[in-house]
């Protein structure tokens, strides 16, 4: 089974900035993540959202790097069947002229 989360938004402290640093700025995250999935051994994709908000607002990461490492560890201690996970973050208001960000492909498990 693979669950999809799709432009997961809100606003959090993350980047190098000074300004970054202190003032909110909207992210949008993309999850893909593929578990084998059972009646008994389910993933509930809104916990995994309200996780993830709460990680990054905890953390105020300065490296997207780091913030997508973060991601991906309590993800798969929080859930160990995952097999592969794949999340992108972007920063869409950081440039005027575009939207930026990262992504990592993981394969956990096998």
């Known amino acids: ?10 606003d959090v402290i993350i980047g ?3 300004f970054e640093r202190v003032t909110p700025q909207r992210v949008i995250i993309d999850i893909e993540l593929l578990y084998d999935y ?3 051994d389910f993933i509930n994709y809104a ?6 908000e709460s990680h990054l607002n905890q953390k105020k ?4 790097e780091n913030a997508l490492i973060g991601l991906k560890d309590i ?6 069947q995952t097999k592969t996970l794949k999340i992108k973050i972007n920063k869409p ?5 575009c939207s930026v960000g990262l992504s990592c492909f993981w394969e956990l498990s096998v």
């Open 1 to 10: 089974m693979t669950i999809h989360i799709e432009a997961l938004s809100f």
């Open 16 to 18: 190098l900035l000074d």
């Open 38 to 40: 059972s009646d008994d």
């Open 47 to 52: 916990t995994i959202a309200q996780m993830i």
């Open 61 to 64: 990461y300065k490296l997207l």
């Open 75 to 80: 993800i798969q201690t929080t859930y160990p």
């Open 93 to 97: 208001n950081i440039m005027s002229n």
